[in-house]
Protein backbone atom coordinates (compact mmCIF):
# COMPACT_ATOMS: atom_id res chain seq x y z
CA UNK A 1 0.00 0.00 0.00
CA UNK A 2 3.40 2.56 0.05
CA UNK A 3 3.36 1.76 -3.85
CA UNK A 4 4.29 4.97 -5.29
CA UNK A 5 0.93 5.52 -7.39
CA UNK A 6 -0.96 5.17 -4.09
CA UNK A 7 1.29 8.05 -2.87
CA UNK A 8 0.73 10.10 -5.86
CA UNK A 9 -2.77 8.93 -5.09
CA UNK A 10 -2.71 10.50 -1.87
CA UNK A 11 -0.73 13.69 -2.71
CA UNK A 12 -3.32 14.37 -5.47
CA UNK A 13 -6.14 14.41 -3.38
CA UNK A 14 -4.21 16.40 -0.51
CA UNK A 15 -3.52 19.25 -3.38
CA UNK A 16 -7.38 19.75 -3.92
CA UNK A 17 -7.96 19.26 -0.18
CA UNK A 18 -5.23 22.18 0.00
CA UNK A 19 -6.84 24.31 -2.68
CA UNK A 20 -10.65 23.78 -0.25
CA UNK A 21 -8.32 25.00 2.89
CA UNK A 22 -6.98 28.23 0.56
CA UNK A 23 -10.40 28.85 0.56
CA UNK A 24 -10.84 28.52 4.32
CA UNK A 25 -7.79 30.68 5.13
CA UNK A 26 -8.86 33.55 3.29
CA UNK A 27 -12.80 33.71 3.74
CA UNK A 28 -13.39 32.87 7.49
CA UNK A 29 -11.16 35.71 8.58
CA UNK A 30 -13.65 37.96 6.93
CA UNK A 31 -17.00 36.33 7.97
CA UNK A 32 -17.28 34.84 4.30
CA UNK A 33 -19.23 31.68 3.71
CA UNK A 34 -16.64 28.71 2.60
CA UNK A 35 -19.16 27.49 0.32
CA UNK A 36 -20.25 30.00 -2.05
CA UNK A 37 -20.15 32.12 -4.38
CA UNK A 38 -17.32 30.33 -6.27
CA UNK A 39 -13.26 31.64 -5.89
CA UNK A 40 -12.92 34.90 -7.62
CA UNK A 41 -9.75 36.97 -7.97
CA UNK A 42 -9.54 39.30 -4.83
CA UNK A 43 -8.91 42.47 -6.88
CA UNK A 44 -11.12 42.40 -10.01
CA UNK A 45 -13.37 40.08 -8.91
CA UNK A 46 -13.70 38.08 -11.89
CA UNK A 47 -14.92 34.64 -10.96
CA UNK A 48 -11.87 32.18 -12.12
CA UNK A 49 -12.43 29.27 -14.37
CA UNK A 50 -12.13 25.76 -13.45
CA UNK A 51 -8.86 25.70 -15.75
CA UNK A 52 -7.56 28.45 -12.80
CA UNK A 53 -8.39 26.58 -9.93
CA UNK A 54 -6.13 23.21 -10.44
CA UNK A 55 -4.26 22.83 -7.61
CA UNK A 56 -0.37 24.14 -8.01
CA UNK A 57 -0.62 23.37 -11.35
CA UNK A 58 -3.10 26.91 -12.48
CA UNK A 59 -0.16 29.27 -10.21
CA UNK A 60 2.74 27.61 -12.59
CA UNK A 61 0.59 28.09 -15.37
CA UNK A 62 -0.62 32.00 -14.97
CA UNK A 63 2.79 32.57 -13.46
CA UNK A 64 1.61 33.78 -10.33
CA UNK A 65 -0.71 36.54 -12.07
CA UNK A 66 -4.79 36.90 -12.31
CA UNK A 67 -5.65 36.26 -16.07
CA UNK A 68 -7.29 39.33 -16.59
CA UNK A 69 -5.95 42.33 -14.18
CA UNK A 70 -2.31 40.80 -14.16
CA UNK A 71 -2.31 41.23 -10.20
CA UNK A 72 -0.13 38.85 -8.23
CA UNK A 73 -1.72 35.77 -7.10
CA UNK A 74 -0.56 35.11 -3.64
CA UNK A 75 2.44 32.67 -3.09
CA UNK A 76 0.08 31.01 -0.09
CA UNK A 77 -1.60 29.41 -2.95
CA UNK A 78 0.65 26.70 -4.37
CA UNK A 79 2.38 26.82 -1.10
CA UNK A 80 -0.40 25.62 0.74
CA UNK A 81 -1.39 23.64 -2.00
CA UNK A 82 2.23 21.63 -1.63
CA UNK A 83 2.09 21.17 2.03
CA UNK A 84 -1.25 19.52 1.79
CA UNK A 85 0.04 17.53 -1.05
CA UNK A 86 2.91 16.50 1.13
CA UNK A 87 1.27 15.73 4.33
CA UNK A 88 -1.22 13.63 2.54
CA UNK A 89 1.38 11.72 1.19
CA UNK A 90 3.40 11.06 4.08
CA UNK A 91 -0.03 10.48 6.22
CA UNK A 92 -0.40 7.58 3.92
CA UNK A 93 2.81 6.24 4.09
CA UNK A 94 3.21 6.50 8.00
CA UNK A 95 -0.42 5.06 8.75
CA UNK A 96 -1.96 3.26 5.88
CA UNK A 97 -5.75 3.46 4.94
CA UNK A 98 -7.78 3.42 8.46
CA UNK A 99 -9.25 5.98 11.07
CA UNK A 100 -5.72 6.99 12.62
CA UNK A 101 -5.04 8.31 9.02
CA UNK A 102 -8.68 9.78 8.65
CA UNK A 103 -8.15 11.34 12.30
CA UNK A 104 -4.68 13.01 11.79
CA UNK A 105 -5.54 14.32 8.53
CA UNK A 106 -8.08 16.25 9.95
CA UNK A 107 -5.89 17.93 12.55
CA UNK A 108 -3.82 18.49 10.00
CA UNK A 109 -5.72 20.44 7.29
CA UNK A 110 -6.68 22.43 10.95
CA UNK A 111 -3.41 23.34 11.77
CA UNK A 112 -2.66 24.49 8.38
CA UNK A 113 -5.46 26.90 8.25
CA UNK A 114 -5.13 28.07 12.20
CA UNK A 115 -1.27 28.48 11.44
CA UNK A 116 -1.90 30.78 8.09
CA UNK A 117 -5.12 32.67 9.67
CA UNK A 118 -3.00 33.44 13.28
CA UNK A 119 0.16 34.55 10.73
CA UNK A 120 -1.90 36.97 8.75
CA UNK A 121 -4.10 37.90 11.28
CA UNK A 122 -3.32 36.84 14.77
CA UNK A 123 -6.57 35.51 15.66
CA UNK A 124 -7.60 31.68 15.51
CA UNK A 125 -11.21 31.46 14.26
CA UNK A 126 -14.04 29.68 16.65
CA UNK A 127 -15.23 27.75 13.84
CA UNK A 128 -11.81 25.64 13.52
CA UNK A 129 -11.26 25.26 17.10
CA UNK A 130 -14.25 24.44 18.50
CA UNK A 131 -15.71 21.74 16.57
CA UNK A 132 -12.09 20.66 16.14
CA UNK A 133 -12.34 19.74 19.92
CA UNK A 134 -15.63 17.65 19.21
CA UNK A 135 -14.18 15.86 16.19
CA UNK A 136 -10.98 15.14 17.81
CA UNK A 137 -12.64 13.40 20.64
CA UNK A 138 -15.51 11.86 18.62
CA UNK A 139 -12.19 9.67 16.51
CA UNK A 140 -10.67 8.71 20.23
CA UNK A 141 -13.13 6.55 20.51
CA UNK A 142 -11.87 4.80 17.20
CA UNK A 143 -8.40 5.14 17.30
CA UNK A 144 -5.30 6.74 18.91
CA UNK A 145 -5.26 7.60 21.73
CA UNK A 146 -8.43 6.51 23.38
CA UNK A 147 -11.54 8.51 24.52
CA UNK A 148 -9.71 8.24 28.22
CA UNK A 149 -6.37 10.05 26.99
CA UNK A 150 -8.61 11.91 24.66
CA UNK A 151 -10.49 13.87 27.26
CA UNK A 152 -7.37 14.22 29.58
CA UNK A 153 -6.34 15.69 26.91
CA UNK A 154 -8.18 18.39 25.95
CA UNK A 155 -9.01 19.58 29.21
CA UNK A 156 -5.14 19.32 30.64
CA UNK A 157 -4.45 21.56 27.17
CA UNK A 158 -7.23 23.95 27.63
CA UNK A 159 -6.54 24.13 31.19
CA UNK A 160 -2.51 24.86 31.29
CA UNK A 161 -2.45 27.88 28.78
CA UNK A 162 -5.58 29.03 30.47
CA UNK A 163 -3.86 29.07 34.15
CA UNK A 164 -0.49 30.51 32.06
CA UNK A 165 -3.19 32.85 30.44
CA UNK A 166 -4.38 33.69 33.40
CA UNK A 167 -1.11 34.04 35.41
CA UNK A 168 0.60 36.32 32.64
CA UNK A 169 -1.91 39.10 33.23
CA UNK A 170 -2.18 39.15 36.35
CA UNK A 171 1.75 39.62 36.99
CA UNK A 172 1.71 41.91 33.70
CA UNK A 173 -1.64 43.27 33.47
CA UNK A 174 -1.81 42.26 29.81
CA UNK A 175 -2.98 39.76 27.72
CA UNK A 176 0.57 37.42 27.05
CA UNK A 177 -1.77 34.77 25.37
CA UNK A 178 -4.53 34.86 22.90
CA UNK A 179 -7.82 33.45 24.54
CA UNK A 180 -7.91 31.14 20.96
CA UNK A 181 -4.04 29.15 22.13
CA UNK A 182 -5.98 27.92 24.73
CA UNK A 183 -8.60 26.39 22.38
CA UNK A 184 -6.38 25.52 19.69
CA UNK A 185 -4.39 23.41 22.58
CA UNK A 186 -7.46 21.63 23.86
CA UNK A 187 -8.07 20.78 20.18
CA UNK A 188 -4.82 19.17 19.95
CA UNK A 189 -5.12 17.24 23.22
CA UNK A 190 -8.06 15.74 22.22
CA UNK A 191 -7.01 14.54 18.89
CA UNK A 192 -3.17 13.77 20.49
CA UNK A 193 -3.57 12.71 24.00
CA UNK A 194 -2.34 14.47 26.66
CA UNK A 195 1.37 13.07 26.49
CA UNK A 196 1.43 14.31 23.14
CA UNK A 197 0.11 17.30 23.84
CA UNK A 198 2.89 17.91 26.37
CA UNK A 199 5.21 17.21 23.89
CA UNK A 200 3.22 19.50 21.47
CA UNK A 201 3.68 22.12 24.46
CA UNK A 202 7.46 21.78 24.46
CA UNK A 203 8.45 21.64 20.80
CA UNK A 204 6.01 25.05 20.61
CA UNK A 205 8.19 26.78 23.31
CA UNK A 206 11.14 25.71 21.68
CA UNK A 207 10.54 26.57 18.33
CA UNK A 208 9.41 30.08 19.76
CA UNK A 209 12.43 30.84 21.84
CA UNK A 210 14.75 29.75 19.11
CA UNK A 211 12.58 32.39 16.17
CA UNK A 212 12.51 34.91 19.00
CA UNK A 213 16.28 34.45 20.04
CA UNK A 214 16.72 35.12 16.15
CA UNK A 215 14.42 37.87 16.06
CA UNK A 216 15.95 39.80 18.91
CA UNK A 217 19.79 38.62 17.43
CA UNK A 218 18.95 40.20 14.13
CA UNK A 219 17.28 43.19 15.18
CA UNK A 220 14.59 42.65 13.63
CA UNK A 221 12.32 43.14 16.58
CA UNK A 222 11.62 42.32 19.89
CA UNK A 223 9.51 39.45 21.29
CA UNK A 224 6.19 41.26 20.49
CA UNK A 225 6.75 41.57 16.56
CA UNK A 226 7.50 37.87 16.67
CA UNK A 227 5.01 34.98 15.07
CA UNK A 228 2.20 34.69 17.32
CA UNK A 229 2.04 31.38 19.41
CA UNK A 230 -0.90 29.66 17.56
CA UNK A 231 1.57 29.12 15.01
CA UNK A 232 4.35 27.61 17.11
CA UNK A 233 1.46 25.35 18.61
CA UNK A 234 0.44 24.34 14.88
CA UNK A 235 4.41 23.39 14.32
CA UNK A 236 4.75 21.54 17.83
CA UNK A 237 1.88 19.75 17.11
CA UNK A 238 2.88 18.11 13.73
CA UNK A 239 6.00 17.75 15.39
CA UNK A 240 4.46 15.70 18.37
CA UNK A 241 2.27 13.72 16.14
CA UNK A 242 4.89 12.70 13.53
CA UNK A 243 7.75 11.83 15.84
CA UNK A 244 6.16 12.54 19.56
CA UNK A 245 6.37 8.60 20.71
CA UNK A 246 10.44 8.47 19.78
CA UNK A 247 10.79 11.95 21.29
CA UNK A 248 9.19 10.77 24.39
CA UNK A 249 11.25 7.56 24.15
CA UNK A 250 14.32 9.37 24.14
CA UNK A 251 13.95 11.88 26.92
CA UNK A 252 12.97 9.41 28.88
CA UNK A 253 16.21 7.12 28.35
CA UNK A 254 18.26 10.29 29.48
CA UNK A 255 16.92 9.38 32.73
ZN1 LIG B 1 -7.92 39.95 -11.25
Not at 232 to 250: S, Y
Request: proline share 5%; charged share 10%; glycine share 12%.
Amino acid sequence: MTDWPFLLAAAVFGAVVGSFLNVCIYRLPRGASIVWPASACARCGRTLSWFENVPIVSYVALRGRCRSCGDPISLRYPIVETMTALMFALGWWLYGPGVLLASRLVLGCALIVLFEIDREHQILPHAITLPGIVVGFAFSFFTEPGWEASLVGLLLGGGILLALGYGYYFLRHEEGLGMGDFKMLAMIGAFLGWRLTLVTLMMASISGSIVGIFLILTRRGGMKSALPFGTFLAVGAAVAAIAGPDLMNWYLSLW
